[in-house]
């Protein structure tokens, strides 16, 4: 399984799955220790706020999403691309994907998000 952790500063797990562009790489399989396997750098018109609704982005190409939140409609789009997507309280990437992998991640409701800019008129991509 492979797990993409949002890292904007590649030390703790960062808010905002949609406008991230840093994300750590874990491979974990099962009764393993995960292992941090790569570092994943989009360019920022690549961010999945940026990209919306659209098939290829990289991110669909993992198994779990991990980011400190995410809005309702992010959590739905990548369960459209089968990418699960959690939002939690811990901020040790390290520490999320090993809880994940037990099975006792603290997760958090995705976060309605009620700022607009000019020209957008869904924050999370899905056009």
Request: charged share 25%; net charge negative.
């Amino acid at each position: 399984m492979r797990i993409a952790v949002a890292s904007q500063n590649r030390r703790t797990v960062t808010p905002h799955a949609g406008r991230t562009r840093r994300f750590l790489i874990y491979e974990a399989e099962p009764g393993g220790e995960p292992q941090l396997v790569d570092r994943l750098e989009l360019p920022k018109d690549q961010t999945l706020h940026h990209w919306g609704n659209y098939p290829g982005h990289p991110i669909y190409a993992y198994d779990v999403i991990i980011a400190g939140s995410m809005g309702p409609n992010f959590v739905d789009r990548m369960d459209r691309y089968g990418v699960e997507a959690l939002a939690t309280s811990e901020t040790d990437p390290d520490t999320a994907v090993r809880k994940y992998c037990a099975g006792t991640l603290p997760t958090l409701q995705p976060e309605h998000h009620t700022h607009q800019h000019e020209g957008d008129h869904d924050h999370e991509g899905d056009h």
